[in-house]
């Protein structure tokens, strides 16, 4: 069993690594199954409120227990990274049509926090631990990582809150 204060000297490390390398909120959780979100994608696609979407849907248990995506993990380490930098003004051509995309949609969001993960894996990796970068790829509910880990809060539209970025991020 691993020194306690050795491991919180190593998970504020891991906290560091992270903002520096563009996390806004990185946070420890204990890898154990989420049967609070087990219990409501079953619900809602019992319901059929899932919108005929595949992705957690298909393979609720396996996206509900960190266990089956990694084997023998007693920890998530969880990352936000905000991509809200602000809508450029372009006023409309006179007369003609004018539209608004979703910002999320204008980059590749995820490839910042890919590297920044890959940065804190990096630590982790250093000190003796296995580590798996999960990001975009539906095998966890990463929204229940994230509250577990306590980097924000569920909304009353069921999204994860982070303070200070509102919904405008993406975890991992």
């Not at 504020?12 to 420890?28: E, K, N, T």
């Not at 990274?81 to 980059?107: F, L, Q």
């Not at 890959?118 to 296995?130: N, S």
């Amino acid at each position: 069993m691993a020194d306690p204060a050795a491991l919180a000297g190593l998970a504020d490390d891991v906290r560091r690594v992270g903002r520096a390398a563009g996390l806004d909120a990185v946070g420890i959780a204990e890898a154990r199954p989420f049967d609070r979100a087990r219990r409501a994608l079953a619900e809602r696609k019992a319901a059929g409120l899932h919108g005929g979407m595949q992705f957690t849907y298909r393979n609720p248990d396996r996206a509900t227990d960190p266990a089956r995506t990694l084997p023998g993990a007693r920890a998530l380490v969880v990352g936000a990274r905000g991509y809200h930098r602000g809508r450029p003004v372009r006023p409309p051509a006179a007369g003609g049509p004018w539209a608004a995309v979703a910002e999320y949609s204008w980059r590749d969001q995820y490839a910042g926090l890919r590297r920044a993960l890959g940065e804190v894996a990096g630590r982790l990796e250093e000190a003796g631990y296995r580590t798996r970068v999960l990001a975009d790829d539906n095998a966890l509910v990463d929204r229940e990582a994230a509250h577990r880990a306590g980097i924000g809060w569920f909304g009353k539209n069921a999204n994860l809150l982070l303070p200070g970025l509102g919904s405008w991020f993406v975890l991992g």
